[in-house]
Nanobody, 121 residues
Framework: QVQLVESGGGLVQPGGSLRLSCAAS????????MGWYRQAPGKQRELVAG???????NYADSVKGRFTISRDNAKNSVYLQMNSLKPEDTAVYYC???????????????WGQGTQVTVSS
């Protein structure tokens, strides 16, 4: 049906930057909200940032002012620019999208496979 593929994770030193990308493909009529979540070892998955089809954004308090979410509707893609990274940002980052995959205006929730971000010196 719908596949989400993330890229851009890796190892970075504290204070550094990374840019995550996520591209959706498959049976896509439209995409509503897109977002990034993260899950650190031993912790629950949490919302990092979200963006609506109208480009309204929201962020977790812990990343406000450091992370920026954006999307390219023509490419069915969402991005997360992460600056001033801290060790506590270390986690697996997952892309999520609400996708109308049948043309019926029913939006299913789809997840990527996750990409590891490690912030360490």
């Amino acid at each position: 049906q719908v596949q989400l593929v993330e890229s851009g994770g890796g190892l970075v030193q504290p204070g550094g930057s990374l840019r995550l990308s996520c591209a959706a493909s498959g049976s896509i009529f439209s995409i509503n909200t897109m977002g990034w979540y993260r899950q650190a070892p031993g912790k629950q998955r949490e919302l990092v940032a979200g963006i609506t089809s109208g480009d309204s954004t929201n962020y977790a308090d812990s990343v406000k002012g450091r992370f920026t979410i954006s999307r390219d509707n023509a490419k069915n893609s969402v991005y997360l620019q992460m600056n001033s990274l801290k060790p506590e940002d270390t986690a697996v980052y997952y892309c999520n999208a609400a996708v109308d995959y049948s043309g019926s205006y029913y939006y299913g929730s789809f997840w990527g496979q996750g990409t590891q971000v490690t912030v360490s010196s």
